[in-house]
């Protein structure tokens, strides 16, 4: 069982404890009702609380979430954990392991693997991702160890992507255009009036005449967003053939999520983590496009 503990501040004395974790704390109103119905999901100063139950300032609040009962099925595949705390799990994700299990792909997906981790160590915990990359991208994922934590980074997460494209980009600039599903296919994307919102930021930061390394920033978070709109510009990441990439160079899209900076939801202290580009994204030999030497840092150029 999770706890954590909240100190009530002086602006919201007087309030319902229900407001509080609300407004203050975040919480969603899906978990305040589940604890509710836990036995001292609520506690006030070591009490049973009511939601309705009022505070004062320097109060000490704290929920109380019980071990996860729906549990991903355990596999044996190893997983490299970058960073681990009792609210956290920060692992990398290697290119052709999906994110959850579907028809055939039973038991090597990154679901099954961290619950596979989980359950060595003894936490019954459920496989949270706190948001999803595609098969064959590489990198960080942030994994939440409880609702609460979930909910909380669901909005609360950036992350910066490194990319090889095709073709001679300079500077910086940004594709805005909406993701449609491509008629008549399950999984292909491309841009469309008909769309959802989309907003993707890209740096160019090395080039070689025939590929370019960039850097990217998303504003939303939509399926195969970095790549449909590379593609969309006429800059196809390499490798990616679904959206007119070659893979001459590369099988794989060349596209990896290396860092993730956070604010933590309990200690509110800021994390950020870096992760090195794989091999396969190595191997590129690029001129830098920036003042400061970044060659050996992403490409791994003297």
């Given amino acids: 069982m999770r706890e954590i503990v909240f100190e009530v501040p002086a602006e919201m004395d007087g ?36 939601s309705i139950d009022i505070l004062h300032c320097g109060d000490k609040v704290s929920i109380r979430m019980p071990d996860d009962r729906k549990l991903a099925e355990a596999g044996e595949t190893s997983i490299a954990v970058v ?8 692992v990398e994700k290697p290119s052709g392991m999906p994110m959850h299990p579907s028809p055939g792909h039973d038991m090597d997906t990154l679901s099954n693997a961290v619950a596979g981790y989980f359950a060595k160590k ?35 997460i950036e992350k910066e992507y490194t990319a090889i494209c095709e073709g001679e980009l300079f500077g910086e600039g940004t594709v805005d255009g909406p993701i449609a599903r491509m008629e008549g296919h399950g999984i292909q994307r491309e841009v469309s009036p008909a769309g959802i919102p989309a907003v993707t930021h890209w740096r160019a930061v090395g080039e070689n005449g025939e590929y370019t390394l960039l850097k990217l920033r998303l504003e939303t978070g939509r399926t195969h967003q970095i790549r449909v709109h590379m593609a969309s510009i006429g800059h196809p990441l390499a490798g990616d053939d679904m959206y ?27 994390l950020v983590f870096e992760s090195s580009l794989p091999e396969d994204m190595r191997k590129f030999s690029f001129k830098s496009l920036e003042k400061k030497d970044i060659l050996y840092k992403y490409c791994g150029q003297q």
């Avoid at 609300?22 to 001292?40: D, E, F, N, W, Y």
């Avoid at 070659?246 to 509110?268: N, Y």
């Fill in 83 to 90: 960073y681990e705390d009792e609210d956290l799990l920060v």
């Fill in 15 to 50: 309030a319902k404890l229900k407001n509080f974790l609300r407004i203050s704390c975040g919480m969603s109103a899906r978990l305040l009702v589940k604890l509710k119905q836990q036995p001292m999901g609520l506690v006030i100063n070591g009490a049973h609380a009511r």
């Fill in 244 to 270: 007119g990439g070659k893979t001459d160079a590369i099988s794989r899209q060349a596209l990896h999520c290396g860092r993730v900076e956070l604010l933590h939801p309990v200690t509110g202290k800021e």
């Fill in 122 to 156: 003894g936490q019954q915990l459920a496989v949270r991702s706190v948001y999803r990359l595609d098969k064959d991208t590489t990198g960080l994922v942030v994994i939440a160890k409880n609702p609460y934590i979930a909910a909380r980074l669901a909005s609360g």
